[in-house]
C-alpha cells in the first residue's frame, strides 16, 4: 500500500513535477500553536534541486506562516495527490528553510525556475526542503478532478507592484512581519529583487574549434 524512496527520481519526480498543484503543512513548536496548510500553484514555481532537495518559490499573500514556522523550527511536509490517472499521493517530509532576497544563494536558487516570472507575483523567498523521508500512498479515495489551466488573478494583482509598494503592502498586513502566534515572520523592509542576468548562450561550433586551438599550449 505504501513505499519509502531514498531518493527523488525516476518515475516519482516525474509524478510530482507533472503535478499543478501541490499541500505544504508546517506548525510552531508550542502545543497550542497555529498549524497551517497552505496550497501552491503556477506552473514553474517548483523545482526539483537534486535527488534530495526540492524547492518552491514564496509569492506574495496575505500571511507568512510557512516562513515563520521554518525560521523557527525548520519542519514541513509537501504532499501531491493524483486527480487524474493511476491514484498516488506522494509526501516529502523534511527540513525546510526561507532564503530570502538578500541570501547570497538567491539568484542561483531563483536561475531554477526559468519558466516563470518571479516578478509578477511579488516574490518572498525560494523555500527549500531538505527531504528525510520521501513515502507515497494509495490515494483510493481521492476524487478525479481535472485541470483547465492557473488563474490569473495573482498575477495581475502585484504585478503593478514595484519593490517599495510591495514592501509597503507587506508592512501594513498583520501576519507577514510575525505569525498568528506572534513569531518572525517576512523579515521588513523588503530588499529589492535584482534581476538575473542573462543566460550565457553556448559558443557556436566554429568558435569553440577556434577557443579549443587558442587554449593548446606552444610546442
Known amino acids: 500500500m505504501g513505499k519509502t ?32 496548510l497552505s496550497p501552491k500553484g503556477l506552473k514553474g514555481s517548483f523545482a526539483v534541486l537534486d535527488e534530495h532537495t526540492v524547492a518552491y518559490l514564496d509569492f506574495a499573500g496575505s500571511n507568512a ?69 520521501v513515502r507515497d500512498t494509495c490515494g483510493y479515495a481521492v476524487p478525479f478532478m481535472t485541470y483547465d489551466e492557473d488563474r490569473e488573478l ?9 519593490d517599495v509598494s510591495l514592501g509597503a503592502y507587506f508592512a501594513k498586513k498583520d501576519h507577514i512581519a510575525t505569525s498568528i502566534d506572534g513569531l518572525p515572520g517576512l523579515p521588513l523592509p523588503l530588499p529589492p529583487l535584482h534581476p538575473l542576468p542573462p543566460p550565457t548562450l553556448p559558443a557556436h561550433p566554429a568558435q569553440q574549434t577556434e577557443q579549443a586551438q587558442q587554449a593548446r599550449p606552444p610546442r
Open 5 to 36: 524512496y531514498e531518493r527523488i527520481d525516476g518515475r516519482l519526480r516525474s509524478f510530482i513535477e507533472e503535478q499543478p498543484l501541490f499541500f505544504t503543512a508546517t506548525a510552531p513548536l508550542s502545543g497550542d500553536g497555529t498549524v497551517n
Open 65 to 133: 506562516e510557512t516562513v515563520a514556522h521554518l525560521r523557527e523550527n525548520g519542519r514541513i511536509t509537501l504532499m501531491w495527490c493524483a486527480f487524474q490517472g493511476p491514484p498516488n499521493i506522494v509526501r516529502v517530509h523534511g527540513r525546510g528553510e526561507p532564503v530570502f532576497r538578500d541570501d547570497p544563494r538567491f539568484g542561483e536558487l531563483l536561475g531554477r525556475f526559468p519558466e516563470i516570472d518571479p516578478s509578477a507575483h511579488g516574490l518572498r523567498a525560494v523555500i527549500v526542503v531538505h527531504a528525510e523521508l
Open 154 to 162: 495573482h498575477g495581475k494583482r502585484f504585478a503593478r507592484e514595484d
